[in-house]
């Protein structure tokens, strides 16, 4: 049996996806959740390993690292798709979201990244990866969502520094999506302003993602590099 994949946020929509898509191929699942949702139980029952694990909370961080190292010696990749997607606040006084964002985002994944290295160095055959979930808008900017797009630009860039500092063995790359999934409370008059502004006018869905997923499993020369899944947006004035 492969070593497992360990995957942050599994609890719905594209972790959970993703998770599924692993256990579907026969790879082990290692993952976190914050909020026990009904995908959590699903990934349970399917075999996946699972912890809780509030990011927000050192305490929690901790512990969630040191069970990693404790029960699980090697990994093939570590997947961090924990995200929050808060606006920016009223207050332009206080910095809360912002560093809140900048923790889920930039915080953790520096820490996962550099406190798990040895269990992915195990788990390289010939290579075990990193790969980063960031967003398109890490590269464009937010006017409603700046301390987001801002934390996200940050793990863009600590894709060029880790797949420096951890290679050959560990390949460490990006995928920033637009558009993949609407939510369900997404009513009709935002889906068409959000699908007006790419030229591929539709969701990029869990199936194209979970593609870029594999491609970069299974690629043996690419590192440091970020695929961009936004259906042409960067084409549109």
Same mark, same amino acid.
């Not at 924990?82 to 606040?89: F, H, R, V």
């Not at 934390?151 to 894709?159: Q, Y």
């Not at 790419?198 to 491609?215: H, K, S, W």
């Given at each position: 049996m492969s070593d497992p994949v360990l995957i942050t946020g599994v609890g719905k929509r594209l972790g959970l996806a993703t998770a599924k898509h692993m256990i579907a191929r026969g790879i082990p699942v290692i993952g976190t959740y914050r909020t026990l949702r009904p995908g959590v139980k699903e990934l349970s029952d399917a075999g996946a390993t699972l912890y809780p694990c509030d990011f927000y909370q050192e305490a929690s961080l901790k512990g969630l690292v040191a069970l990693l190292r404790d029960r699980h010696p090697a990994l093939r990749a570590l997947v961090h798709n924990? +995200? !929050?997607?808060?606006? !920016? @606040?009223k207050d332009d006084t206080s910095t809360s979201v912002f560093c809140r964002m900048m923790q889920i985002h930039a915080t953790v994944p520096y820490l996962l990244n550099r406190a798990l290295k040895t269990q992915l160095a195990r788990g390289a055959k010939p290579f075990a990866d990193i790969i980063h979930i960031s967003d398109y808008v890490a590269s464009t900017g937010s006017k409603k969502h700046i301390a987001y797009?801002? +934390?996200?630009?940050?793990? !863009?860039?600590?894709? =060029? +520094?880790?797949a420096a500092a951890f290679g050959p063995e560990i390949k460490v790359n990006t995928i920033a999506p637009a558009l993949m999934l609407f939510n369900p409370g997404d009513d009709d008059n935002y889906q068409s302003k959000a699908?007006?502004?790419?030229?591929?006018?539709?969701? #990029? #869905? @869990? @199936? @194209?993602?979970?593609?870029?997923? !594999? &491609? =970069? =499993?299974? +690629?043996? &020369?690419i590192t440091g590099q970020c695929l961009t899944l936004n259906g042409g947006r960067h084409l549109r004035n």
């Open positions: 924990a +995200s !929050d997607w808060n606006p !920016d @606040e797009a801002a +934390s996200k630009a940050a793990l !863009d860039n600590m894709t =060029l +520094s880790f699908l007006a502004k790419a030229v591929i006018q539709t969701e #990029g #869905g @869990e @199936e @194209e993602f979970l593609r870029c997923i !594999d &491609y =970069l =499993l299974e +690629s043996t &020369y």
